[in-house]
């Protein structure tokens, strides 16, 4: 049976959220990618070009721009970072599920470009949880702390707009909610033209 195309998913959560220990399991099912952006800043030590990053000059990066090849791009500190379509396109072809791990504003470009990439927000359990997480890391000031809780409220309001809301107070639960959310969108009726086609055909 033909396999069907793989999904874009739109993976977003305010910093504490476990995020990276979440995508670190999703990522050992090889039927699961992240998308590796594109940046025009210098590669930093031990950073490898097309693992950590496609590092792209100002002027290729521009070029990229100007013929439409970017998904979503921005400019911080005078860099530009971006999602090529092809760091993306390439993979659902093969049937492999790419993941964008992207911040609120990014994933709400997506949602223009690609209305029927899957959207998936990951929240704390409570902000005070948050809070306890970001201070238990011990890397940052109470002050840091507060801009990031502030920022992450911010965040959290938006969730509403993603397809999915997944609360990691478990990382083993979430991890399994985020598989039964892709399995439950590969199982829609509008997804499965292939395999009604296949099976029509086998009849």
Request: charged share 30%.
């Amino acid at each position: 049976m033909k396999m069907n195309k793989g999904r874009l998913i739109v993976f977003s959560a305010p910093s504490g959220c476990g995020k990276g220990t979440m995508l670190a399991e999703i990522l050992k099912n090889e039927r699961f990618r992240c998308s590796v952006s594109a940046t025009t800043r210098s590669p930093r030590e031990g950073e490898l070009d097309g693992i950590n990053y496609h590092f792209l000059t100002r002027e290729d990066f521009e070029r990229h721009i100007a013929a439409g090849e970017f998904l979503e791009y921005a400019e911080y500190c005078k860099n530009f970072y971006g999602t090529l379509v092809s760091e993306v396109d390439s993979y659902l072809e093969k049937g492999i599920n790419v993941i964008l791990e992207i911040e609120v504003q990014g994933a709400m470009k997506i949602k223009q470009k690609r209305p029927d990439a899957i959207f998936v927000f990951i929240a704390p359990p409570s902000i005070g949880e948050l809070t306890r997480r970001l201070r238990k890391r011990g890397t940052e000031s109470d002050e840091v702390i507060a801009e990031r809780v502030s920022q992450a409220a911010g965040e959290i309001a938006m969730a509403e707009k993603y397809d999915y809301v997944i609360v990691n107070d478990a990382l083993e639960d979430a991890v399994s909610d985020f598989f039964a959310v892709i399995r439950a969108e590969e199982l829609k009726a509008v997804c499965s033209g292939e395999i009604i086609n296949e099976v029509l055909k086998n009849a």
